[in-house]
């Protein structure tokens, strides 16, 4: 079983430190609200630019690809929410929180559950039965392959707003968030319903398709390519305490690295979440030959997954004939 202890957390981060620098960990940890607003906006204007595409291609086969390319700025919606969840795009507190609800509205995320899981998620990284952000069923064949389709991901999107809808928190949720926070996640599900369900009557009263048109179905389309960077930033890694080994970053083309907000750097931003997103490439400079998980590319980072996968399955298999 793997355990992580709150010295052994000391010792790491400490480590870690000692190789970058304090005063390098201090320049690096400043915030400002400028590099934050320039990728969002660029962010916004790709889903633009991606949804007047789709509106083009409307009626053609065309309707496709332009409906996939255009989920595929949404689902990377999760790169601003995920770093407005850390407080690090932006040093002004309320443009922090503005984008983790609006970007968590588009993509089913409650963000106060999502700050305190991940919170854990940092603490006990790879630790499956402590890690609520772990992804286990990665690890084999099949696994990664029903993961990577996304539904067991929109199950658990769904039944989460549900549950909290009634107060139903689980077991996890209980041990991440304390209990003076449940009824502020109660709220949050509230308001998210209630805009869901404004969008749902307007669409029926208008009998207009444009919701699922520009949003749900690009949605559960682009979805997949989430999915599987999701998993290529921890599936298959050692699952041991340190964190330069627990992660793994994707050195893939810059295009990408923009699209997600610099999180191809995962290890990175695991040493040192504190760190802006924009930058992550200079802390790579530093932490980059002391990596233990670095794959070029995630073509190749999916083909390492599969192969790993592949052995997984077998051994399972064995030891259940066995």
Known sequence: MNTRTESGDVHESEKIRNLVGRARVRELTMRSDVPGL????????????????????????????ATFIHGIGIVHLFAPFHE???NTPFRSRWLNRSVAFVTGLVLTLLPRVFRYQHAEHHTYTHV?????????????????????????????????????????FNDGEKRAVPASAFPA????????????????????WFQSWVVAIYW??????????????RMSEHVGCPKVGD????????????????????????????????????KLGDLHEILGPNLGEMRKGYIETVRHLVRNGIKNSAKTRNAAAG
């Open 38 to 65: 320039v990728f969002l906006a660029a962010h916004v204007a790709f889903m633009l630019a991606t949804g007047y595409l789709l509106f083009l291609s409307l009626g053609s086969l065309w309707v496709v690809p």
């Open 84 to 86: 407005a969840a850390h």
């Open 128 to 168: 499956v039965e402590r890690d609520p952000q772990a992804i286990p069923m990665g690890e084999t064949l099949g696994g990664f392959l029903y993961y990577a389709s996304a539904i067991p991901y929109f199950q658990s999107l769904s039944t989460t707003l549900f549950r909290h809808l009634v107060g139903n």
């Open 185 to 204: 996640l109660r709220l949050e599900a509230y308001i998210f319903g209630v805009i869901y369900l404004a969008l749902l009557v307007g669409s029926i």
């Open 216 to 229: 749900l179905i690009p949605r559960i389309v682009g979805e997949p390519v989430e999915r599987v960077i």
């Open 243 to 278: 964190m330069l080994f627990n992660t793994r970053t994707v050195l893939t083309m810059a295009p990408a690295r923009w699209l997600s907000w610099n999180m191809a750097y995962h290890a990175e931003h695991h040493a040192i979440p504190l760190v802006p997103f924009h």
